[in-house]
């Protein structure tokens, strides 16, 4: 012989006993109204044994006597007023990703994302029952990886971009994606008034081209300071005129010269003076040329 399927009970009128024993809101509902539809006894004298308003029981029993067992399944005002039984699928598989990908998220944070991916606003009694018995999670990894884990630089700027617009505050967005509050901020600044051109990697990089010291130059140097009396004065005056000092005191260093020694005991009048300004000339003009 079979097991039995259900676990046999001594019957009971006892309410206390049969709440105890309903395992479905709808089931305990009509079990509370049975006495009045099936028997006839009187809402007040129902009332009176379950510690139940009694023109609640009245109006419930009017309502099975029209609509049957429909009236069972009517939503309470609080689901009405929250569309909890008309949360459409993918609202309810929303608000469980985002628990699941992102935990710290607060109710009123998930309500405000539902709101502006769905123009609705879920109360936060409805997200935690759709939390408690909503669908599983529809990834088991996270959806960004942290920032610095992002190798392009433009990717890592729009994963910012993309959650705020999905309904993310720029706070949950630095603490999931493990970047400064700052920097979230003014990414959301820059995008704010440059739109997507603004999330562009910005080099601080010198485009500025350096200025070296070419062959032209250094043999004209070289010229000159083997020029008895005249090259020092003329290549070190020369040199700092063009901004050239540093790259012209290796050269003096390196032909066995030294310009600062020079210079003070030059002369700056007269016919020496005319030629050093001349020959200040041709190391500018061979620096210009180059």
């Known amino acids: 012989m079979p097991l039995p399927k259900r676990v046999p009970h001594e019957h009971t009128e006892a309410w206390d006993q049969i ?4 395992r479905w809101p709808e089931q305990r509902r009509y079990e509370l109204l049975r006495p009045v539809v099936l028997y006839g006894d009187l809402p007040a004298e129902r009332a009176e044994q379950t510690g139940t308003n009694e023109r609640t029981l009245r109006r419930q029993a ?3 006597e029209t609509e049957g067992f429909l ?9 009405l007023a929250d569309h909890h039984r008309s949360l459409p699928p993918p609202l309810r598989q929303l608000i469980v990703d985002l628990k699941a990908d992102n935990p710290a998220f607060s109710l009123r944070e998930i309500a405000q ?9 879920p109360s936060q009694p409805t997200i935690k029952q759709v939390l408690a018995d909503g669908p599983a999670p529809s990834r088991k990894t996270r959806r960004y990886p942290r920032y610095s884990e992002i190798a392009d630089p433009f990717e890592r700027r729009r994963a910012v971009i993309t959650l705020h617009l999905e309904g993310w505050v720029p706070a949950s967005i630095a603490e999931y994606l493990g970047l400064s509050r700052s920097t979230s901020y003014d990414l959301l600044k820059r995008f704010q008034e ?3 051109a ?8 010198n485009t500025r081209p350096v200025r070296k010291v070419d062959m032209t130059i250094k043999q004209a140097i070289l010229k000159l300071a083997r020029e008895p009396g005249t090259g020092g004065v003329a290549h070190a005056r020369g040199a700092q005129a063009d901004g050239l000092a540093d790259q012209s005191n290796h050269l003096w260093t390196d032909h066995g010269r030294e310009p600062a020694a020079l210079w003070p005991g030059e002369a700056s009048q007269g016919e020496e003076g005319t030629q050093r300004t001349s020959l200040q000339g041709a190391v500018s003009s061979s620096y210009l040329v180059g």
Request: glycine letters at 8%; proline letters at 8%; aromatic letters at 16%.
């Open 19 to 22: 709440k105890q024993l309903c």
């Open 198 to 205: 603004g999330i562009e990697p910005h080099s601080s990089a």
């Open 113 to 121: 994302i539902c709101y502006v991916q769905f123009g609705r606003r």
């Open 71 to 79: 009236s069972f399944f009517r939503p309470t005002p609080q689901q």
């Open 194 to 196: 440059e739109g997507f």
């Open 62 to 64: 009017d309502q099975f």
